[in-house]
């Protein structure tokens, strides 16, 4: 998607450990208007898929997919990062290791919010290693929810997640992949 690559490629920073800052449009202050075309590039693209639920992960996942769902007109459930005392019967859990934090938590979904009459799109802002994406997959399948694809802001396709999930016939559109970083120059390529 254009505009969000010319977007990265003017305000991205790069950072040591392939780590790519967006803070002043996506992760800290966020331009609505980047936000909502995303949203319509989405619902472009999974158009016809009969999504009626949008599920993502705290914390940076949620605005990016409330702006998401207001055009697709359907609820977004977060999976809440838990202490262990929440762990139970009401609901599902997955151990999801965070990329950038670099530690272990348990996210969860409380069961009354996921069945299976969801047929579910997810959205995060990165895909880097594809951890988090596997920790919602667990959830949809405890659920018994149909994943009908997965929306991503930024994926970095050198770490091969992405390409590993379309391999296995899961639909990933992100709107810009990162076949490439500079940290010297500060520069990013992208995959045509
Ligand atoms: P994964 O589980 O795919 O390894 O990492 C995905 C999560 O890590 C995303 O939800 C995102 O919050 C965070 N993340 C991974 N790589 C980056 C990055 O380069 N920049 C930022 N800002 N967040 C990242």
Not at 4 to 32: C, T, W
Not at 123 to 151: H, R, Y
Request: with cysteine; proline share 2%.
């Amino acid at each position: 998607m254009e505009i969000l690559e010319k977007r990265i490629a003017a305000d991205g920073e790069v950072y040591p450990g392939n780590i790519l800052k967006v803070n002043s449009f996506l992760n800290h202050q966020m331009d609505i208007g980047l936000l909502q075309e995303m949203g319509r590039e989405w619902k472009r693209r999974f158009e016809g898929a009969g999504i009626n639920k949008i599920l993502t992960i705290e914390a940076s996942g949620i605005g990016i997919a409330c702006i998401a769902a207001a055009e697709f007109g359907c609820p977004v459930v977060f999976a809440k990062k838990s202490k262990s005392l929440n762990l139970g019967k009401d609901v599902y859990t997955a151990r999801v290791e965070s990329f950038t934090h670099k530690n272990v938590s348990d996210v969860i979904v409380d069961r009354r919010f996921l069945g299976p009459d969801d047929r579910v799109l997810i959205i995060d802002d990165f895909l880097a290693n594809g951890k988090a994406l596997e920790g919602l997959m667990e959830i949809l399948q405890q659920a018994g929810a149909t994943l009908c694809g997965v929306g991503i802001a930024i994926e970095k396709g050198f770490q091969g997640a992405g390409d590993r999930f379309r391999a296995q016939g899961i639909r990933v559109e992100s709107l810009a992949i990162v076949d490439a970083m500079d940290g010297e120059r500060g520069t990013v390529t992208f995959r045509k």
